[in-house]
């Protein structure tokens, strides 16, 4: 019995690296093939396949997820942005769930690195947050209530903190201020439909371990590939 258990771990450990090693050169997704797309589908069923019918577990589910690969538009319209416009970067992008001690659903909040090059620190230059509720509403699928969308932790570079308060000039009152506010800084906004509900979606997990997770949204099409991160104090 224990022989089987180590040859079925060691088979899904090495279809997860094979599933890690098709999307590596693909920037995200941004740059894929139709010859890459179909390996990366195979590779995604192969590692679904040892998790299918489990429940999902909060406990596992709870904490920071760094994106590695996507096919969702709304998420590649991003990586699109920052390849065309050389004003703007995007950098990581996470999922952060807490639902630790929740039985049935907790706040994922989808958390986007990015920056203006000159204007902000690169790669860490601002945080683009959008947070929901979910709830599970089946043993795989969470159903996710959009709320918010908050822009916060702006790091402006060093040549704009110079441009606004040289470092060779004694720094007023005035000037000190403005980085100050610079970053505190932040803004939020609710997310609403024209009827004023709350805009939703459902998601279903599917394949979740504690250094991998597996998603794929229901309707709006779309899968996603995570690795476990360092936690973000947000």
């Known amino acids: 019995m224990d022989n089987i258990l ?46 299918a019918g489990e429940a999902i577990d909060l406990g596992e589910l709870d904490g920071t997820w760094r994106l590695q690969y996507t096919s969702a538009p709304d998420v590649l319209i991003l990586f699109e942005s920052a390849s065309r416009l050389p004003f703007f970067q995007v950098g990581q992008v996470f999922q952060k769930f807490e639902c630790q001690d929740e039985s049935n659903g907790g706040v994922v909040r989808n958390i986007v690195k990015w920056s203006i090059p000159s204007l902000l620190e690169e790669q860490e230059g601002a945080t683009l947050l959008v947070s929901a509720k ?3 509403v089946s043993s795989r699928n969470i159903y996710l209530q959009f709320e918010e969308i908050a822009l916060n932790k702006i790091n402006i570079s060093e040549e704009l903190q110079a441009l606004i308060a040289p470092a060779i000039l004694p ?9 100050q506010f610079i970053r505190a800084f932040k803004a939020e906004f609710p ?3 024209p009827g004023r ?5 459902l998601y279903y997990l599917s394949y979740l371990d504690r250094y991998m997770l597996l998603g794929r949204a229901v309707g709006g099409g779309g899968v996603f590939v995570f690795t476990r991160a ?4 947000l």
Do not use: P
């Not at 509900?197 to 979606?201: F, P, R, T």
């Open 171 to 179: 720094r007023s009152f005035i000037s000190l201020q403005i980085l």
């Open 197 to 201: 509900n709350s805009v939703g979606g």
């Open 191 to 193: 997310v609403r439909n």
């Open 6 to 51: 180590l040859d079925a771990e060691t088979e899904l450990e090495d279809k997860k690296y094979e599933l890690l090693r098709v999307i590596q050169d693909t920037q995200r997704g941004l740059v894929t093939t139709a010859d890459q797309r179909s390996s990366i589908e195979e590779a995604l069923v192969s590692v679904e396949a040892f998790d």
């Open 230 to 233: 360092q936690a973000i104090v």
């Open 134 to 136: 979910f709830s599970v």
